[in-house]
């Protein structure tokens, strides 16, 4: 275990009504509603904040009909973290719901693996199938911050800050990469879309978005790998996260979890 142990959290920004049909390759016998919860996630401690994908705006959301309930950077406001003097933000893959409001983090160096650049920028974007999660403003606001020297490329596994580490995980997106954070009650993962509900992960019923589904149904063993236990890993997209970890405070209640 890591001398350094960090806070984290779960921030709620966005919510979308869907059936269980839509979250599984092949469907569910017992499709019902199933809804999407959006979050970001903060890494805090030892001086530092680390924050874990930006969500997106409220004008994307009404494009693509999402339920738009809070600008990211505001959930952040609620736990006295500034996104203007952010200077850690990890991309965990450029999909429009974790890297767009980007440019909210002026102070950043944006944490991404190559092969995620690699696949947004690639050849595979000339089919919807795999361009429809991304918005290519966002993709070629990545490529403007790299020219600007504000991206840091990680190939594989790579330690950010002591008891801080990114690993990739791929499947859903060619280059998906989750953090794995030493915490008080030991090492967490914020699994991000390696499995999007518990479900996904523990019943390995992928979801239907996905670059290689092979991988992804890897990643869930690597998931567990990671993690201190399966109660450790934290997925990407479950309303049930806000249900099984408290509120850091009354006023928080269904908008932050503490997951450490
Ligand atoms: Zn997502």
Same mark, same amino acid.
């Given at each position: 275990?890591?001398?350094?142990?960090?806070?984290?959290?779960?921030?709620?920004?966005?919510?979308?009504?869907?059936?269980?049909?839509?979250?599984?390759?092949?469907?569910?016998?017992?499709?019902?509603?199933?809804?999407?919860?959006?979050? =970001?996630?903060? @890494? %805090?401690?030892?001086?530092?904040?680390? $924050?874990?994908?930006?969500?997106?705006? #409220?004008?994307? *959301?009404?494009?693509?009909?999402?339920?738009?309930?809070?600008?990211?950077?505001?959930?952040?406001?609620?736990?006295?973290?500034?996104?203007?003097?952010?200077?850690?933000?990890?991309?965990?893959?450029?999909?429009?719901?974790?890297?767009?409001?980007?440019?909210?983090?002026?102070?950043?160096?944006?944490?991404?693996?190559?092969?995620?650049?690699?696949?947004?920028?690639?050849?595979?974007?000339?089919?919807?199938?795999?361009?429809?999660?991304?918005?290519?403003?966002?993709? =070629?606001?990545? @490529? %403007?911050?790299?020219?600007?020297?504000? $991206?840091?490329?990680?190939?594989?596994? #790579?330690?950010? *800050?002591?008891?801080?580490?990114?690993?990739?995980?791929?499947?859903?997106?060619?280059?998906?990469?989750?953090?794995?954070?030493?915490?008080?009650?030991?090492?967490?993962?914020?699994?991000?879309?390696?499995?999007?509900?518990?479900?996904?992960?523990?019943?390995?019923?992928?979801?239907?978005?996905?670059?290689?589904?092979?991988?992804?149904?890897?990643?869930?063993?690597?998931?567990?790998?990671?993690?201190?236990?399966?109660?450790?890993?934290?997925?990407?997209?479950?309303?049930?996260?806000?249900? %099984?970890?408290?509120?850091?405070?009354?006023?928080?209640?269904?908008?932050?979890?503490?997951?450490?």
């Amino acid at each position: 275990m890591s001398a350094t142990q960090y806070e984290v959290y779960a921030i709620k920004y966005a919510h979308h009504a869907r059936r269980a049909a839509e979250n599984f390759i092949g469907g569910d016998p017992h499709d019902g509603p199933m809804p999407l919860d959006y979050f =970001v996630w903060l @890494v %805090r401690g030892a001086g530092r904040e680390i $924050v874990v994908d930006t969500g997106f705006s #409220a004008a994307t *959301a009404a494009r693509r009909q999402r339920n738009h309930l809070r600008c990211p950077t505001e959930g952040l406001r609620l736990l006295g973290c500034d996104a203007n003097a952010v200077k850690d933000v990890v991309i965990t893959h450029l999909h429009y719901d974790h890297v767009g409001n980007f440019d909210l983090f002026p102070a950043a160096t944006y944490h991404l693996q190559d092969l995620e650049m690699n696949y947004a920028t690639g050849r595979h974007m000339r089919q919807p199938v795999f361009s429809g999660a991304f918005d290519v403003e966002d993709v =070629v606001g990545m @490529v %403007r911050s790299n020219y600007a020297g504000r $991206v840091s490329f990680h190939d594989g596994d #790579a330690q950010l *800050a002591p008891g801080v580490s990114l690993h990739l995980i791929g499947g859903h997106t060619m280059g998906l990469q989750v953090v794995r954070v030493a915490t008080r009650r030991g090492w967490l993962v914020l699994a991000s879309d390696a499995s999007h509900f518990y479900a996904n992960m523990e019943q390995v019923r992928p979801f239907p978005i996905v670059y290689n589904v092979a991988a992804m149904v890897e990643g869930y063993g690597k998931l567990r790998a990671l993690a201190e236990s399966p109660a450790h890993i934290i997925p990407g997209h479950d309303p049930l996260v806000l249900e %099984r970890y408290p509120a850091p405070s009354g006023a928080m209640h269904g908008i932050v979890a503490r997951l450490d």
